[in-house]
């Protein structure tokens, strides 16, 4: 039996670029991972193709399918469902091949709790970093910078803590590259390696 797969999941705040940065990996042609298309009850929009963007199904489909115990995670965002099928993720770790998703942070931590050895990457817009710094250089002067965006980015910034890595979307290119990088060492790590020696040097 193949090695199970590994899941990679991508997420972050809204409006961060999580779509640009994800349709910019798999055009790199490097991507040998395989992308899970997420199932949602928002209207296509214009040059979306049901089955390559996403799966658009109805209100009563989607709520049918949660019945059902047919998705991974799923949340409603905007007044839509967005959600991960079940069944295609499952098969395809189980052929030994690594699934990457691209979803908002409460289907994200939805997966963390289903699935613990998952890979989490944080995307991150660069202003939050400044931000950071300048809350912490600050000091007692905080409240008087905070204003309704800050708020928001400060809740951002603490969702952070939830993931694995934190990449930062300076430039599409850049972040592309950082999200290799980090599926490229993941594969390293020894509890994912580990399993095919088992397999020659037997247990002892
Ligand atoms: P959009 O409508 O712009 O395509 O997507 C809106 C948000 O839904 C984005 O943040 C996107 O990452 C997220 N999203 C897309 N697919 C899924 C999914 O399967 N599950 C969850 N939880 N969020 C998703």
Same mark, same amino acid.
């Given at each position: 039996?193949a090695k199970?797969?590994?899941?990679?999941?991508?997420?972050?705040?809204?409006? @961060?670029? *999580?779509?640009?940065?994800?349709?910019?990996?798999?055009?790199?042609?490097?991507?040998?991972?395989?992308?899970?298309?997420?199932?949602?009850?928002?209207?296509? #929009?214009?040059?979306?193709?049901?089955?390559?963007?996403?799966?658009?199904?109805?209100?009563?489909?989607?709520?049918?399918?949660?019945?059902?115990?047919?998705?991974?995670?799923? /949340?409603?965002? @905007?007044?839509?469902?967005?959600?991960?099928?079940? *069944?295609?993720?499952?098969?395809? $770790?189980?052929?030994? =091949?690594?699934?990457?998703?691209?979803?908002?942070?409460?289907?994200?931590?939805?997966?963390? /709790?289903?699935?613990?050895?998952?890979?989490?990457?944080?995307?991150?817009?660069?202003?939050?970093?400044?931000?950071?710094?300048? $809350?912490?250089?600050?000091?007692?002067? /905080?409240?008087? @910078?905070?204003? *309704? #965006?800050i *708020? =928001?980015?400060?809740?951002?910034?603490?969702?952070?803590?939830n993931?694995?890595?934190?990449?930062?979307?300076?430039?599409?290119?850049?972040?592309?590259?950082?999200?290799?990088?980090?599926?490229?060492?993941?594969? $390293?790590?020894?509890?994912?390696?580990?399993?095919?020696?088992?397999?020659?040097?037997?247990?002892?």
């Open positions: 039996m199970r797969g590994m899941l990679i999941v991508l997420s972050g705040p809204s409006g @961060v670029g *999580k779509g640009t940065v994800r349709k910019a990996l798999f055009e790199t042609g490097a991507a040998d991972f395989s992308y899970s298309i997420s199932m949602t009850t928002r209207k296509p #929009r214009e040059g979306e193709v049901n089955g390559v963007d996403y799966y658009f199904v109805s209100k009563e489909e989607f709520e049918e399918n949660i019945r059902n115990g047919e998705m991974l995670e799923y /949340a409603k965002y @905007v007044d839509n469902y967005y959600g991960t099928p079940l *069944k295609y993720v499952n098969e395809t $770790l189980d052929q030994g =091949k690594d699934v990457f998703l691209e979803i908002e942070v409460n289907g994200a931590m939805q997966v963390r /709790a289903n699935c613990p050895d998952a890979v989490f990457v944080f995307l991150t817009p660069p202003d939050l970093m400044e931000l950071e710094h300048r $809350l912490i250089g600050r000091g007692t002067d /905080a409240m008087d @910078v905070i204003n *309704k #965006r *708020k =928001k980015a400060v809740g951002e910034i603490r969702m952070m803590r993931y694995d890595y934190a990449v930062v979307n300076d430039e599409v290119g850049k972040a592309v590259e950082r999200i290799q990088t980090i599926i490229r060492s993941e594969r $390293l790590r020894v509890t994912r390696v580990m399993p095919d020696y088992e397999q020659m040097i037997g247990d002892e």
